[in-house]
T-cell receptor, first 117, second 110 residues
Framework: GAGVSQTPSNKVTEKGKYVELRCDPI?????LYWYRQSLGQGPEFLIY????????DSGLPNDRFFAVRPEGSVSTLKIQRTERGDSAVYLC???????????????FGQGTRLTVV | QKEVEQNSGPLSVPEGAIASLNCTYS??????FFWYRQYSGKSPELIMF????GDKEDGRFTAQLNKASQYVSLLIRDSQPSDSATYLC??????????FGTGTRLQVFP
């Protein structure tokens, strides 16, 4: 596609439910990032994929959070047993660069606003 | 200590003035540095990146990097009301992880 696409744009769920957030990166981009952004804060790193593998998942807050990218393109962020504190905007970004250092642009999707009630 | 630190602001400057946004980082292994702009309710968009010490200019924007002081800044010349946004500093270490600061809110008043 022309840009990074995230679905749904908004998601309201009840505490304790399971949710999946989808990210469709720019075609050909090997690097894919998930971030979480709360109001008034910068994007908080969650996980980074290079191809199909999670190169760094150190930002996932706990084992309720999991992300996959099985074919090296679309990625799904999965949150189990959602809590009210999980409410935030979840941002996905993709980049064409592989290897360090990254010196090209990471393009962001419009985000999924998750509200846990 | 946060990996990337920014003053949250708001930084208020009059139209036409120079806005100076600052960022410090803790990891000396950081290799690439980025400035993103984020309008309210929108996603971040890249303004500039820099990875060599010194200045890099692009139109009204100048990024400055001092690795010895672990300091990166963004200057916006001839500030316009349309520049009013949150400016996010981000750094990349050798693991390719892009880490953001909390952002500085800039207000340019007519």
């Amino acid at each position: 596609g022309a840009g990074v696409s995230q679905t749904p744009s908004n998601k309201v769920t009840e505490k304790g439910k399971y949710v999946e957030l989808r990210c469709d990166p720019i075609s050909g981009h090997t690097a894919l990032y998930w971030y979480r952004q709360s109001l008034g804060q910068g994007p908080e790193f969650l996980i980074y994929f290079q191809g199909t593998g999670a190169a760094d998942d150190s930002g996932l807050p706990n084992d309720r959070f999991f992300a996959v990218r099985p074919e090296g393109s679309v990625s799904t962020l999965k949150i189990q047993r959602t809590e009210r504190g999980d409410s935030a905007v979840y941002l996905c970004a993709s980049s064409s660069t592989s290897g360090a250092p990254m010196n090209t642009e990471a393009f962001f999707g419009q985000g999924t606003r998750l509200t846990v009630v | 200590q946060k990996e990337v630190e920014q003053n949250s602001g708001p930084l208020s400057v009059p139209e036409g003035a120079i806005a100076s946004l600052n960022c410090t980082y803790s990891d000396r292994g950081s290799q690439s540095f980025f400035w993103y702009r984020q309008y309210s309710g929108k996603s971040p968009e890249l303004i500039m990146f820099i990875y060599s010490n010194g200045d890099k200019e692009d139109g009204r924007f100048t990024a400055q990097l001092n690795k010895a002081s672990q300091y990166v800044s963004l200057l916006i010349r001839d500030s316009q009301p349309s520049d009013s946004a949150t400016y996010l500093c981000a750094v990349v270490r050798n693991t390719d992880k892009l880490i953001f600061g909390t952002g500085t809110r800039l207000q340019v008043f007519p």
